[in-house]
């Protein structure tokens, strides 16, 4: 893989169909849409661009697939061998997979190689789980019985994001089919292929067709249309916040089950107690990986004032040697962008910082990469002097852009903590356990990061508090998001119940 060269592949195709019914097709109307490498800007491929009629083509052969097919009905066992198929494909074209999300998406060969190393784990993960998962028997009175079953919800629309397209997908896909419902999946328009080829792949690995579908196209049109379909039980999303909300507005129409994991601001905060070194490496993989593009990116950093000097130092200087540049290179940290549209609004945060204000310590401006002049790349960028009330440290920016600032004491940083609408990750920074205890307990966010800038693995609950949305995913209790709880009461008294004394 680090020999590769953008140039060099293989596994690109020149046109991508949608995926329905377990057959790969054209659009209706014969809609395509392009997508792009958006670390060179070349076209990468055409794409089928699904419309509503293709919406309710994939709905149509999910619910045909639900109701009457037999993937639900098969013996758990034999839904976990599929699962492990899936994983054991995706395993044996591990580098094709790698390089086609790294085309798509502009990410670093390290980072795509531990994304699609996740997705893998996921089907394994969840093959696991689901031979595990089961309903209860619950204490009722001496002639009655009650269990109850997990029966799988239904068909299950998933929407996602960009900036994670294949693990975001397995994410959804794997605990969905799983416990038996069918899916209909919506990539991201800037990122569809990989998601594509996990169709492909699900239906090579023996999921019957209808189960899995996949439709790339528009969020406003074909999204907003899944999740407003009368026949789709549940919409799965992950994105952007504001769209989170219309989302569940639109769904309680037909009083959808909704699942949402959305944006976030999570603090990152360095008591004068941390391992330095240890601090800094993280803090800089907690912001700069993926470019920043990531949900769970620590973009708000609090450095007690006692060591804020010595670790800026560090930190700044990591920064500056941060190598940005061919994305399939084995050296690049940093890659690119998505789109040029993302690179503006992430300059124009850093603009508005500047006009508050803020003082940019390093970066803040388009980075320029020898070879890759067409492509779409910024500078990961260190702001300091900023107030809670600037747009840079109340906003999600979604680029290699942190802010810094410093505090005093563990009450005062748990404020700063917790002064935002969002609450998805969160880490810390420090050898004292019992600080450490006091202030997982007091952040309000679905993951804290302690001594450590990884955020989940497969079977770790991931999730947000306040408005990075609800629900948890990459865990068991996912399965439960997936299905619906029947509670079956029986009678076996020796006489005839007379409620009505009658
Ligand atoms: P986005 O604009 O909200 O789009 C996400 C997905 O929703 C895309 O597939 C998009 O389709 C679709 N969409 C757009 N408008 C829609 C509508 N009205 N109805 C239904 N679907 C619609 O977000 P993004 O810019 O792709 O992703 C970045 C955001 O995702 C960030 O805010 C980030 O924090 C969040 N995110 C959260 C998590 C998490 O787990 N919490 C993980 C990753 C990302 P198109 O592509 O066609 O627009
Ligand atoms: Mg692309």
Redesign the pocket.
């Known amino acids: 893989m680090s020999q590769a060269t953008v140039e060099s592949q293989a596994v690109k195709r020149d046109f991508y169909g949608l995926f329905i019914n377990g057959e790969t097709v054209e659009s209706e109307s014969g809609r395509t849409m392009r997508t792009v490498n958006p670390a060179t800007g070349e076209v990468l491929a055409e794409v089928a661009k699904a419309s509503t009629a293709d919406a309710d083509r994939a709905v149509a052969a999910a619910r045909d697939a639900f109701e009457n097919g037999k993937w639900k009905k098969y013996p758990v066992g034999r839904r976990a061998k599929v699962l492990h198929k899936i994983a054991d494909i995706m395993r044996s074209r591990f580098n094709e997979i790698v390089e086609l999300e790294i085309l798509d998406t502009g990410k670093s060969l390290s980072a795509a190689q531990g994304q699609v190393s996740q997705a893998i784990e996921n089907f394994e993960f969840y093959a696991g789980a689901i031979v595990g998962h089961r309903g209860t028997v619950n204490n009722v009175p001496g002639q009655f019985h009650n269990y109850t079953e997990k029966e799988p919800l239904g068909v299950c629309a998933q ?6 397209p294949l693990m ?1 997908a397995s ?1 959804k896909v794997a605990p969905a089919i799983a416990v038996g419902c069918s899916i209909v999946v ?5 990122t569809p292929l990989t998601a594509i080829l996990l169709g492909e792949i699900c239906t090579e690995a023996g999921v019957p067709a209808g189960v899995v579908n996949i439709v790339p ?5 074909i ?2 249309y ?2 407003e379909h009368e026949d789709v039980d549940k919409v799965a ?8 909300k ?2 569940m507005g ?1 769904a309680s129409e037909t009083l959808k089950r909704v699942t ?5 601001k999570s603090p990152n905060i360095v008591f004068a107690d941390a391992d330095l070194e240890a601090a800094v490496d993280g803090s800089l993989f907690g912001i700069f990986y993926n470019t920043g ?4 990116a620590r973009s708000r950093l609090y450095i007690h004032e006692d060591i804020y000097d010595e670790f800026m130092a560090k930190f700044v200087e990591k920064t500056k040697q941060l190598k940005l540049g061919n994305p399939l290179d084995k050296g690049t940290h940093i890659g690119s962008i998505i789109d040029q549209n ?1 690179l503006n609004v992430i300059d124009a945060y850093v603009q508005s910082a500047i006009e508050e204000g803020a003082e940019v310590i390093t970066g803040g401006k388009p980075a320029s990469v020898e070879g890759f002049e067409g492509g779409y790349w910024y500078e990961p960028t260190i702001i300091g002097q900023v107030t809670q009330d600037m747009k840079v440290v109340k906003e ?1 920016i ?1 680029g290699p852009v942190v802010v810094v600032s410093t505090f005093k004491d563990e009450k005062e940083v748990i404020k700063l903590a917790n002064d935002t609408e969002y609450g ?1 990750g969160s880490s810390i920074w420090s050898t004292n356990d019992g600080r450490i205890k006091r202030v997982a307990n007091a952040i309000r966010a679905g993951i804290v990061m302690v001594n450590c800038p990884f955020s989940a693995f497969p079977g770790t609950p ?3 508090y306040k408005q ?2 609800f629900g948890r ?1 990459l865990c068991i209790e996912t399965l439960d998001l997936y299905t619906e709880t029947k509670s079956i009461l029986s009678y076996y008294g020796s006489r005839p119940l007379n409620p009505f004394g009658m």
Do not use: D, H, R
């Open positions: 929407i996602i994001p960009w900036n994670y975001m994410w919506k990539p991201a328009s800037l196209g528009s969020g406003s049109e999204g907003n899944l999740v999303f992950t994105g952007s916040t504001p769209i989170g219309e989302i639109s949402l994991e959305l944006g976030g593009q990531s949900c769970e993302q999600e979604f998805l991931f999730g947000g990075s949305g995913e």
